[in-house]
C-alpha cells in the first residue's frame, strides 16, 4: 500500500496513520475550511445531497442514482485532497461489520476513528450538526448512530447481498438494480440513525465511506475483463429504456452545472462543470483495490498517416543549431504504474534523437492520464537551412501494444533582426544626467554605442535622430545611418565602426517630437527588401517629454514592429503612459531610468537596459547580471550555471574604466584566458567592455565543458590601474576614477546564452495612478515545452524611495508564473525577474529579466493636446528674463540640484521656453 498511490481501498485495512490522517482531514473539512458563503466544506455536501432530491435527473429513484453519487464522492476526495493531498476516499465493504476487529481488518466505530457506533457523536466529531431536530424534531441535533439495529446478520454483519450475487448483472439495468436494493434496504437501515434518513444522511461522515463501496462495486463490474464495453460512455448504460438513457443524456450532473440555484462553489463560478450522464468524467471508473484488468490505451494523440499506418513526430521549422523535443503521445486508462520505451533496436539516429528512451507513469489520483515518450531533433549549422529529414522510423512500446511513428523535420535559417536605433537629440540632452556626473548625451552615447559593439553578426543596425523633426540617415545636416549588416562578432567591424561614429556625432539642439521619431524608424525598417530579416525591432531613447507634433499616439497604430524604449528621467520627464503602451502592444518593452545618481548601480543602468533590450532583440536569454568591485591584488570569481539546453554563451563584462582583465573558469575548474587560443572561444575587447564567447561544449583540455558551475574571473590590471590613479588630484576629477581609488574597479557581468530553455517576461499595468497594480508574468519553456513544477520564480522590486522587497510568482500552469504588485506610491519601479530550477535533466539553470513600471497623480488622464499659437504676443521681455534664469548659468548646479529634488523638472521648463518664445 503505498499512501498517495490514488487508489482507494478497503478503510478497514489501511494504516492506522492513513485512518488517523482521513478522520483530521474530515474534522478540518468541517471546521476550518469555508467556501465564500460562510458554508463550510463539509456541510456544503448536505446542501449538495438535499438539492439533489429535488433537481434534474431524479438520483434518488431514478436512473442517475449511481453515476450521480459517483460524482459527489469523486469531488468530496478532491476537497480532502485540498486539506491532505495524499489522502484518497477509501470504502466500507458493507460485507462486514464496522464495529468488529477481525484479522487484518480494523474497527471503524472507534473513538480514535469515527466515534460511537450507538447514539450521539461524542467527542471526535461532537461538531458535526444535523438538522434532523429543526426540520423534523426528533431531539437530535448532533449526528447519530445504531448500528446493527436493523438489517442485520445473527452475527452482527449486514443481511446485505454478496458482492459476486451484485456482479453477476449482466447489463447495467440489472446491475443498477441490484446495487441500490443493497443500498437502500439494507447498509442505510443497518448503519440507522442520522444515515437511515436520506434527507439528512449526508451530514454524517461515514456516508462517504458507504458510497465508496457503491461506486467500488460498479467500478469492479466496469473493469470486468471480459466485458470491455461497460467502460465505453455508448454502452455504459446497457439495460436502460430510450427514456431513461434519453435523461442521463439530457439533463445536466447537478447541482454542479448551476442550473438549480445552489452554488457548489459558493460563487467561484471557475469550478462550474455543465457535463452530462455520459461524461467521460462520469463514466470511468476510479481507482479502487478490487478492480478488474483496467489497462487500456485509448489512443495514440499524434496525427496518423494513413498511406504508410504510422503516427507522426513532426519537428516543423527548428531554427539552426536548436534542439526542439516533440512527443509520441498516449491518452491511457489505468490505475496502476505504465512503462513506455522506444522498442530496442528501433531507435532513430542523428539528426533525430530519443530524449526519454523509458517513461514510467506511476500510479496516480487520476485514472486517465497522458504518457509521452520524447524524441528529439538538432538543425543543423548556420548556413545549411533549409533542409528537409525523414521520414525516420521508430516503434514505441505502451504496455505490451506496440505503436509505428514516423519522424519528419524542417529546418530553418537561425532569425535576424534589423534594429533601427531613433535617438532624441532635442536640446536637454546636453543637461546633467541627474547627479550621475554625466551629462544625458554622454550616457545615450555610452549604451548606445554599447549595443552597437554587442549586436551579433547577421543582423543590421541603422540610426535616425529626431528633435522636434526627424531626420533621414542621408540628411546633410543631421545625418544618421542606414540599415546595415553586421558582418562578424569582432568590435572592428565595419559597421560597427559606422554606427560608433554615428553616435559619437550625436548632439543637442531643438524640442521634441518622439512620434517623428519612430515614424522615421518604421519607415526606414520599411524600406528594407523582403525577407532581408527575419524580424525587424526599434529602439527609441528619448529625455524628454513631446512637445511637437506627430505625438507617440498619432503614429501607434502605424508601428507594427517590436518597439523598445529608453526613457532618462523619471515617469513625468518621459511619455510613460504612451510608450509604455506602444511597446507593450508591439511585443517590445519600456525601461525607464529614473533620476540617474553616482552609486554604483546607477553608474550601469542605461548600460544594462541596452543589455536587456540586446537580449530581446536577439532572444537571447540572460543568465545571471551582477554588479561589484573589484580591489587591487583580488581576484573575483562570479559564477553563472549553464546547461544542456544551452547553445551558446556570451560573457560580457562592463567596467567604468579599463582596468580589468577578464577570464571565464570552466566547471572542471580550467581557466581559460584570451591568449590561450582555445577553440569555440572567443575574447573581444574595446575600451570599457570585455566579451568572451562560448560555442558549447567548449572543448577544454581537462574535456568537454558545458553542464555545471563556471565562472567570469576579474583582476586588476596592475599597469593600467597605477596609470588611472596616478592622474592629479582637482576639484573637477572625474568621478570614475574617485571610485577607482575609493573602491576598486567597478564591474557589471552580464552572461547571456542562446538557449532552448528559455524565460520570456511581460509587464503590463492596471493604471498608471498611485494604487495601480503592476502584473508581472513569465513564461518558462524548454525546447518548446512548458516548465512545470521544477523551477521557483520571484519578482525583486527597488520601490521609489530606493526600499526593495521580494514578491513569489505563482505557477499558474503551462510554464506560466505570474505576480500582481500593488504600486502605492509615486514613481518608478525597477523589478528584476529571476527564476531558478532544474532542466528536464536535472541540471540547474538561472534566468533573470529586467523590467520597469511607474505611477504617478493624473497618470491615467490623456497627454494633453499639443497645439501652438505663432500669432500672439509672446512678451519679449519675460522670454529674455526666462532664458537667462534657465540657459545662462543665473541658476547654480547646486540649486537646481534642489529643484530637481523638490520635483521641478527644469527640462520640461527650457523646452517650454524653447516652445513659447523661439
Known sequence: MALGDGIRRDISKISTLERDRFIAAIVKLDTTKFFPDGVSYWDKQEDIHKNAHFNGVDVHSGPAFIPWHRVIVNRLEALLREVDPELSLHYWDWTTDPRVATGSRAALYTPSFMDNASGNVSHLLNNFESTEDAEIGNGHTKIWRDVGGTAAN??????????ATILNNPDFASFAAALKSAHDSVAHSYIGGTISHPHYSFHDPFVF??????????????????????ITPGSAYAGFNASQLAALANENVEPWAGGTGLEPWASDV?????????????????CYDTNGSDFHVVEAENNLNVATSRYQVVFNSVPEQETTWRAATFRIRTCGDVEAEVKPGTGPGAPFGVATPHVVSKAGPTQYRDVRVW????????????????????????????????????????PTVAVELALDQSGSMSDP????????????????????????????????????????????????????????NGFGDPARGTALGAIAAHGAH?????????????????????????????????????????????????????????????????????????AGSTGGLLLLSGVLSSSLDDQFRLRKFFLQILAGVSRNQIVVDPTGHVLPGVRVRI???????????????????????????????????????????????????????????????????????????????????????????DEHEDPRIADLRANGAAYCVSVHALSNLR????????????????????????????????????????????????????????????????????????????????????????????????????????????????????????????????????????????????????????????????
Not at 218 to 224: K, Y
Not at 678 to 691: N, S, Y
Not at 802 to 821: C, H, I, K, P
Open 759 to 918: 524565460m520570456d517576461t511581460t509587464l503590463t499595468q492596471s493604471g498608471f495612478t498611485p494604487g495601480s497594480t503592476v502584473h508581472v508574468r513569465a513564461v518558462l519553456s524548454e525546447y518548446g515545452v512548458p516548465v512545470e513544477g521544477r523551477a521557483r520564480l520571484w519578482a525583486e522590486v527597488t520601490h521609489p524611495d530606493g526600499s526593495r522587497s521580494v514578491a513569489d510568482m505563482t505557477e499558474a500552469g503551462g510554464g506560466v508564473y505570474e505576480v500582481g504588485l500593488k504600486a502605492a506610491g509615486t514613481g518608478v519601479y525597477r523589478i528584476t525577474v529571476q527564476a531558478e530550477g532544474g532542466t528536464f535533466r536535472g541540471a540547474r539553470f538561472t534566468r533573470e529579466a529586467l523590467l520597469t513600471a511607474a505611477v504617478w497623480p493624473g497618470g491615467d488622464r490623456p497627454d494633453p493636446d499639443i497645439r501652438y499659437d505663432s500669432g500672439h504676443d509672446r512678451g519679449a521681455d519675460w522670454c529674455r528674463l526666462v532664458e537667462c534664469l534657465v540657459e545662462k548659468g543665473a541658476v547654480s548646479r547646486k540649486l537646481q540640484k534642489r529643484w530637481l529634488e523638490y520635483g521641478v523638472d527644469l527640462d520640461r521648463l527650457r523646452e517650454c521656453v524653447k516652445e513659447i518664445c523661439s
Open 375 to 414: 524524441f528529439e531533433f538538432t538543425a543543423g549549422a548556420v548556413g545549411t537551412a533549409p533542409q528537409s529529414h525523414g521520414p525516420v522510423n521508430t516503434t514505441v512500446t505502451v504496455g505490451d501494444q506496440d505503436f509505428e511513428f514516423e519522424l519528419l523535420a524542417t529546418t530553418t535559417p537561425r
Open 433 to 488: 544626467a541627474g547627479t550621475s556626473g554625466a551629462t544625458r548625451l554622454q550616457v545615450l552615447k555610452d549604451a548606445a554605442g554599447l549595443f552597437a559593439n554587442l549586436l551579433q553578426k547577421d543582423n543590421a543596425i541603422g540610426l535616425v535622430r529626431f528633435d522636434d523633426a526627424a531626420y533621414p540617415p542621408n540628411d546633410p545636416t543631421f545625418p544618421g545611418m542606414p540599415v546595415t549588416k553586421v558582418n562578424s
Open 510 to 582: 531643438g524640442a521634441t517630437s518622439v512620434g517623428a521619431g519612430l515614424a522615421m524608424a518604421r519607415s526606414e525598417l520599411n524600406a528594407l527588401p523582403s525577407g532581408a530579416y527575419s524580424e525587424k525591432a526599434i529602439i527609441v531613447f528619448t529625455d524628454g517629454i513631446q512637445n511637437r507634433n506627430p505625438t507617440i499616439n498619432d503614429v501607434a497604430a502605424s508601428i507594427d514592429d517590436r518597439t523598445f524604449a529608453v526613457g532618462l528621467g523619471n515617469e513625468n520627464q518621459v511619455n510613460t503612459a504612451a510608450l509604455t503602451q506602444l
Open 639 to 729: 559564477p553563472f550555471t549553464l546547461n544542456e539546453a544551452d547553445i551558446t554563451a556570451r560573457v560580457i563584462a562592463l567596467q567604468l574604466l579599463p582596468v580589468l582583465n577578464v577570464s571565464v573558469e570552466t566547471p572542471d575548474g580550467e581557466v581559460i584566458h584570451a591568449s590561450a587560443g582555445t577553440p569555440g572561444v572567443e575574447f573581444e575587447r574595446a575600451d570599457e567592455v570585455t566579451t568572451v564567447s562560448l560555442n558549447l561544449p567548449v572543448p577544454a583540455s581537462s574535456g568537454p565543458a558545458h553542464v555545471g558551475t563556471w565562472y567570469a574571473v576579474l583582476d586588476i590590471d596592475k599597469r593600467a590601474y597605477k596609470r588611472w590613479v596616478s592622474k592629479d588630484h
Open 209 to 230: 465511506l458507504l458510497h465508496a463501496n457503491v461506486d467500488r462495486l460498479w467500478a469492479q463490474w466496469q473493469t470486468d475483463p471480459a466485458y470491455p464495453e461497460r
Open 270 to 286: 471557475t469550478k462550474q462543470l455543465v457535463i452530462n450522464y455520459f461524461d467521460l468524467s462520469v463514466v470511468s471508473p476510479p
Open 154 to 163: 445473527p452475527d452482527g454483519t449486514p443481511a446485505v447481498a454478496s458482492d
